[in-house]
């Protein structure tokens, strides 16, 4: 009897792929929500806050703290809340994550991505009159600039996350360094790409919206970008311990436990 009391219950690998596809999705429908109700033509938030990069910071903020908060939650403690295939790629490449549940968990954010999109046809001509969010490139610039663009930002977003991970004291404040960083980034970047810096956002508005103008951007971009942060953080990449963002200590499932052997 005792045995079966303190027996611990590990989710299957389908309970982290669910959960990694149910934050996606919670990003996706949120935090691109938030984006068309600042930005989407005749928009209530333009006349409190006239000035676009002021707005911009402001949903830099929002869309992260998104992110924050999912990182946070119980799902957040389930599967890691990646919520973006290039930082899985970035947790495999650093031999944090085993191959086949890093390819599970991109199929989860792209399924995620666009289930959390569809809702969004919900807000009518406001979401449709920006497409519904959709990461396209800015008027005015070369193909290189904006690919560019995601390359660096994307380097940035992953940079910091290896930064705060790989050191303890700094570690625990991770998801509050997100909307901190997207605040800054969103106001510098928006303009010219958009800021994806994530395959899975950029591609679930493409589908409900049917826009795809430069879309392989926002693929190569990011992981591109990603790579770059990883081979630049190598030196310090082996005080990470597990493939999360937070609630370091819980991995009951062995799946995002470090591995002896990086890829």
Same mark, same amino acid.
């Given at each position: ?6 027996e611990?219950?590990? =989710? ?7 959960? !990694? ?6 990003l ?6 938030s ?22 910071? *402001? ?33 495999w490449?650093?031999?944090? *994550? ?21 809702p ?29 663009? !995601? ?5 940035c ?17 991770? =998801? ?9 980034m ?27 103008k ?24 082996k005080?990470? !311990? ?9 991995? =009951? ?11």
């Open positions: 009897m005792g045995a079966r009391v303190n611990i219950v590990r =989710p299957s690998a389908w309970q982290l792929f669910l959960a !990694e596809m149910i934050g996606t999705a919670l996706m429908f949120l935090g691109l929500s984006v068309i109700l600042m930005f989407g033509q005749d928009n209530p938030i333009e006349k409190l806050v006239p000035s676009i990069v002021v707005r911009r910071a *402001m949903n830099g903020f929002l869309f992260g703290s998104v992110g924050a908060l999912i990182a946070l939650s119980p799902l957040g403690k389930i599967s890691g809340a990646h919520v973006n295939p290039v930082v899985t790629m970035g947790f490449l650093m031999g944090k *994550m085993r191959r086949r549940p890093a390819v599970g968990y991109v199929l989860a954010q792209f399924v995620g991505a666009l289930l959390g999109s569809i969004l046809v919900l807000w009518g001509p406001l979401g449709r009159s920006i497409n519904f969010a959709a990461t396209v490139p800015g008027n005015g610039y070369t193909t290189l600039t904006v690919l560019l663009g !995601e390359v660096l930002t994307t380097f977003l992953v940079t910091a996350l290896c930064i705060f991970l790989a050191f303890h004291r700094l570690r625990r404040y991770t =998801p509050l360094m997100i909307p901190i960083l997207f605040a800054i969103v106001p510098l970047e928006a303009s010219i790409s958009g800021i994806s810096v994530n395959p899975a956002r950029s591609f679930g508005p493409s589908v409900i919206s049917g826009v795809w430069g879309w392989w951007i926002y693929w190569i971009g990011p992981l591109l970008g990603s790579l770059l942060a990883i081979l630049f953080c190598n030196s310090f990449a005080r990470i !311990e597990t493939a999360k963002l937070y609630h370091f200590d819980s991995d =009951p499932s062995g799946l995002l436990t470090r591995i002896q052997n990086p890829i």
